[in-house]
């Protein structure tokens, strides 16, 4: 079948352009548990070990949401790997493939390494769209069914230094028993395809591939994939099925899906990284943390500064702050952790976003700025707010590591709790 103009089969190979990206082995070693928690290190996909729990930028077509590579360098400890959704980027599949250095280099950031996924963890993901021919993947254009051929030349054109295998995701949680074997039945028959396309790709041969965990909320069905992936040669994990992307990832109790998820790890090796994509709030995250994944994305502050809020949440333990953040914010808040700077009593509020917040929309703009700015829906506002939200959630990650070294993270799950009591 041939493909579409943007997608069209790749007639030469290509040639390594960055030495990195086309001999990613990795190596993944757990070199601590604690209390479910563990602590690892990636090795041999670029030039330093990653240390996990890892926390991948979030990216809309290969670039951080409303900044550029200049304004993105003014957000210190930016993440070294970036999720590269497939929607995203189809449409450019020309562009990027005539380039022939991979998407990194072409968004402007040669220096991230590149995870590409299916889906777009912090948009929702619309429902009943996938086939057994391919799976339905959405950008700016809409819907683009993704059969196995089309994402092998796409991956081929991003580069990746790992990427995720075809799968059926598509299971709600009233999702039919039916529905949860058609997508456990399809997702192995994309996988299979997408091990013979790998193998026969001088590309992807040795790039790391990922394979979506799905059966949704049936425990056989998480059960009999997990098996099946369990004979097969792949990387790592991507734990699927559990919800549709978006800011609805909010909502998900990770306590609800822990015996579920223990049902699918039961089955895998332990010595291969487990990723979860999503929006995870901070209680959920490191919920999700105890239950021993490994790898996640930094979508959740992107979809925090889309409805015109600024994170306020207190991840370093310090009682006179916590009580005025909570003075300032308990009224009219979108959620326990933010403050949502469209409301009236902000138009006149001088302070910066969070006190204490060295980034820079903190250091140079003030609330009420950033109020004004949305009021008038100026393109500055959420730029603004993308500044501020990831750099303070990328402080967040780093206090969690801090937290796993020093046998402290109970302690810190405690101070996440306690302000999602008193302002939830």
Sequence with gaps: ???????RSITKPFEPALEHLNRCTMRFTVQQVRNGCRLGSLTDLGPQPLATPLWMMYTLQGSAPYLTSDVLSKISDTPSVMIVPNGHVSEH??????YNKGIAAFASLPEKLVFASMQD???????????NKGVAVWGRPGKTEMTVEMHTRLTEALRPCVYQAMFDGDTPKDASNKRMKKSVDRSIQFLDLCLEEKKKSEVLRDVPMFAGIVGGYNKYERARFAKEVSKRDVSGYSIEGFHHNGSKVEELKISEISDLLQISLNELSEDKPRVFTGALPPHSLLAAIKLGLDIFDLSYPYVVGERGSALTFNYVFDAQTQEQELSHSVEGEEGPYEMCLKHKRFARDFGPLKQGCECYTCVHHSRAYVHHLLEVSELLAPILLTIHNMQHYIGFTQQIHKCLRDDSFDQLQMLIESQRTLKG
Aim: aromatic share 12%.
């Design 1 to 7: 079948m041939a493909l579409p103009y943007r997608l």
């Design 121 to 131: 963890p912090g948009v929702a993901t619309p429902t009943g769209f996938n086939t």
């Design 93 to 98: 599949y020309d562009a990027i493939q005539k």
